[in-house]
């Protein structure tokens, strides 16, 4: 039954000149049609709050990463990463290294023309020599060609390979872009955090160095305890190791910053928004899974592997076929070097070759095997990264539907734990309460602090990751025509 297959796809190859590999029919997204609209996923945020921008319904691969950030200092760290970052200027590379890789595969397809002259002297027994000449010489000059003519599509399919080869890389290349847009902003985003959580805890280490001197004063009048004076202490020596650990993650966080923009960092950088004035764009519309396939490098991607594979299954049957080779010389030959271009030198060959695979031990069979396999392979990764594309949007969609109104609770409790601390100094200070009470809500208001610090660093990152997820960050301003993935 295998024989009677390949002789008919012989037959088609022959009567269509196309190769033999498999129809390529997309697989099916194995995704739900829509995203969630219900629980924590029905309340996502407009552009109605005043001051806050719109994407207008622009989706999100046709935003200009300008446009979605609006701090200057980060618009220039961007810029710088895109053209110093070493791990995009490999992924570059490797486009180049791809297509050269293609042409090579390409080149295949023509036929190939060399120079050739060539000088052999050679020396034969006197017994055996005519005319007891027993060295004889010979030149040649000439120009000698091969063709192996692709009946069976053998050299196409591996053309067709290394072609969706190099597509894919072209659009690794292309994500690895757009990720790295991602990582300055979040890594900046880092940064921005570090510098509040900095001033919170400055804040709280004076206040806290101050509430220890006064009762430390009345410690000394006696009017306060060593209890209180030791809780005091508490606070302040707390805040003071909290400051340093503060101030080595965000030195940590400029290196890592350092380190995506491939260089030291300006010192002429423009200057930037805080962390609650940066105002991305949190309406980007989330469109339909199935226009993930193309707004994803990393689906196309995969999507351009699995057509490699298909096409490595094309090369695979056709190895079962004869091949027919043309091979021929033309050019002249003489025994004396002077005598080449004389008269009647001229000299040609012509030797068209078929060969037919008869036995190979099952090696052409296995490597069909593993053709068929490796495409199994690839229709699973194509799969799963339209899964892991849909779990990103819908993580984004999940965040940006709750981190507003945790923001807003967070915001209402810092308020409540501010008065707190108000009304138990001022009930310590009128001996109703013991210094307990203060040390608590300055406690409580400095944790809270942190805790919404952190909550609004995540909402910025989460809006920063669902832009990426959606395909944004590809394309500097809104309106700019999308570059080829290939372009340098």
């Known amino acids: 039954?295998?024989?009677?297959?390949?002789?008919?796809?012989?037959?088609?190859?022959?009567?269509?000149?196309?190769?033999?590999?498999?129809?390529?029919?997309?697989?099916?997204?194995?995704?739900?049609?829509?995203?969630?609209?219900?629980?924590?996923?029905?309340?996502?945020?407009?552009?109605?709050?005043?001051?806050?921008?719109?994407?207008?319904?622009?989706?999100?691969?046709?935003?200009?990463?300008?446009?979605?950030?609006?701090?200057?200092?980060?618009?220039?760290l961007?810029?710088?990463?895109?053209?110093?970052?070493?791990?995009?200027?490999?992924?570059?590379?490797?486009?180049?290294?791809?297509?050269?890789?293609?042409?090579?595969?390409?080149?295949?397809?023509?036929?190939?023309?060399?120079?050739?002259?060539?000088?052999?002297?050679?020396?034969?027994?006197?017994?055996?020599?005519?005319?007891?000449?027993?060295?004889?010489?010979?030149?040649t000059v000439g120009l000698n060609a091969s063709w192996e003519i692709d009946l069976f599509g053998r050299v196409q399919s591996l053309k067709d390979q290394a072609l969706a080869k190099y597509l894919a890389t072209a659009y690794a290349r292309k994500a690895a872009e757009i990720a790295l847009v991602s990582q300055v902003a979040t890594q900046y985003l880092q940064v921005l955090q570090a510098d509040d959580l900095l001033a919170v805890t400055r804040q709280t280490l004076a206040s806290a160095s101050d509430s220890h001197r006064i009762v430390k004063l009345q410690f000394d009048t006696g009017t306060a305890s060593e209890l209180d004076v030791s809780q005091a202490q508490t606070v302040m020596e707390g805040a003071a190791a909290n400051l340093q650990a503060q101030e080595r993650s965000r030195a940590q966080a400029v290196n890592a910053l350092v380190l995506l923009l491939g260089e030291p960092m300006p010192g002429d950088l423009p200057g930037g928004m805080p962390l609650d004035g940066q105002n991305l764009l949190t309406d980007i519309p989330a469109g339909l899974p199935s226009e993930l396939l193309l707004r994803r490098p990393d689906i196309m991607e995969a999507e351009q592997n699995l057509l490699a594979a298909n096409a490595n299954i094309g090369a695979a049957r056709a190895a079962f076929f004869p091949?027919?080779?043309?091979?021929?010389?033309?050019?002249?030959?003489?025994?004396?070097?002077?005598?080449?271009?004389?008269?009647?030198?001229?000299?040609?060959?012509?030797?068209?070759?078929?060969?037919?695979?008869?036995?190979?031990?099952?090696?052409?069979?296995?490597?069909?095997?593993?053709?068929?396999?490796?495409?199994?392979?690839?229709?699973?990764?194509?799969?799963?990264?339209?899964?892991?594309?849909?779990?990103?949007v819908v993580d984004g969609l999940a965040a940006r539907g709750t981190f507003d109104q945790q923001i807003a609770a967070l915001?209402?409790?810092?308020?409540?734990?501010?008065?707190r601390l108000e009304l138990s100094s001022l009930r310590y200070r009128q001996g109703v309460d013991s210094y307990l009470g203060v040390l608590t809500a300055q406690q409580d208001l400095y944790a809270v602090q942190q805790t919404l610090i952190a909550a609004r660093t995540q909402r910025l990152a989460s809006l920063v990751t669902l832009y990426q997820a959606l395909g944004g960050g590809w394309i500097e301003k809104t309106g700019d025509e999308a570059r080829a993935v290939d372009a340098s």
């Open 1 to 76: 039954m295998r024989r009677l297959s390949l002789i008919a796809m012989a037959v088609v190859a022959l009567t269509t000149g196309c190769t033999m590999a498999p129809k390529y029919e997309r697989p099916a997204p194995p995704v739900s049609a829509s995203f969630p609209g219900e629980g924590v996923y029905a309340t996502q945020p407009g552009a109605a709050n005043a001051g806050a921008r719109s994407a207008n319904g622009v989706a999100a691969a046709d935003i200009g990463w300008r446009d979605f950030f609006v701090d200057a200092r980060l618009q220039r």
């Open 78 to 139: 961007i810029d710088i990463a895109l053209a110093n970052n070493r791990d995009l200027r490999v992924a570059m590379l490797n486009v180049q290294a791809a297509q050269a890789q293609y042409r090579v595969a390409r080149a295949a397809l023509l036929p190939s023309l060399s120079a050739q002259g060539r000088q052999s002297k050679q020396r034969t027994p006197r017994d055996l020599s005519v005319l007891n000449q027993t060295i004889q010489n010979s030149y």
């Open 323 to 392: 091949s027919i080779s043309l091979t021929g010389s033309f050019g002249t030959l003489s025994p004396t070097l002077g005598g080449l271009f004389n008269p009647g030198s001229a000299a040609w060959s012509f030797a068209p070759t078929i060969t037919l695979p008869i036995f190979t031990g099952g090696q052409n069979l296995a490597n069909l095997d593993l053709a068929n396999i490796q495409k199994k392979i690839e229709v699973a990764q194509y799969e799963k990264t339209i899964q892991s594309a849909f779990r990103d």
């Open 411 to 419: 915001e209402r409790d810092t308020t409540a734990q501010q008065r």
